[in-house]
């Protein structure tokens, strides 16, 4: 399996998915430049996280119009699997591979800590290694995780299971207590129709390690190998 990591002026999570991604596959991902059109051919694009053009304007706005974009798009309409973590799902968002937009955290401050999170789609190549409703813990570090869609959107993103994960309680409980930002839904993870993109805010890549202080994050790689091996 191929990957590669898109690199913007800004990132600061790229070398953290680049460390998880040789973990998992047991090589060392593309790490391909924004400004490079020329993306090539590999059967995994991660856009991380970070402050791509230091937020400025709003996040992932700037970063949605790099050359190499278009291509990701491109390629995730022909099927190609796109994660988007955290600043990866702002920019998703804003070039238009996934619905609605990520607003300021509703408390109005950058929130960092680890957080439990609902699987409720683990019938997708990101997923596969999880199992609905596991209850996992995951870091988030963000300003603007804040889902927000029209009711339609949100309607259509519930009845269709493509709400990847969302924000709970220790037991499993998606509650307002639960969600640290406001996000519609306790929304922490959408997918888009062909279920081969996927954004979400929180970082898997920050606990796929013992090192790190667990490893509920790691499924998310291993099971993209697989089925990217199986698919091959």
Not at 68 to 89: Q, S, T
Not at 128 to 135: A, E
Request: hydrophobic share 40%.
């Amino acid at each position: 399996m191929k990957a590669a990591v898109i690199v913007s002026p800004g990132s600061n999570c790229d070398r953290d998915i680049q460390v998880a991604l040789r973990q998992s596959v047991g090589a060392d991902p593309v790490m391909h430049w924004h400004g490079d059109p020329d993306l090539p051919g590999v059967d995994l694009i991660v856009v991380p996280g970070g402050f791509s053009y230091g937020d400025y304007l709003r996040a992932g706005a700037m970063a949605a119009h790099s050359p190499v974009i278009r291509e990701v798009v491109d390629r995730a309409n022909r099927g190609v699997p796109v994660l988007g973590i955290c600043n990866g799902f702002q920019i998703l968002t804003e070039c238009g591979l996934l619905p609605g937009v990520l607003m300021r955290n509703a408390g109005l401050k950058f929130i960092c800590r680890d957080i439990d999170l609902r699987v409720d789609a683990a019938n997708t190549v990101f997923t596969r290694s999880y199992v609905d409703g596991q209850i996992i813990r995951i870091p988030i570090a963000h300003n603007e995780g804040n889902y927000f869609a029209d009711e339609d959107t949100l309607n259509r993103l519930d009845g269709d299971n493509r709400i990847a994960f969302r924000y709970c309680s220790p037991r499993g409980e998606v509650t307002a207590e639960a969600n640290p930002n406001g996000a519609a839904l306790n929304i922490a993870g959408i997918l888009n129709e062909k279920r081969n993109v996927l954004g979400m805010m929180p970082h898997p890549e920050r606990l796929a390690d013992d090192a790190l202080g667990g490893t509920d994050g790691r499924p998310m790689f291993d099971g993209l190998v697989e089925a990217l091996a199986a698919a091959a």
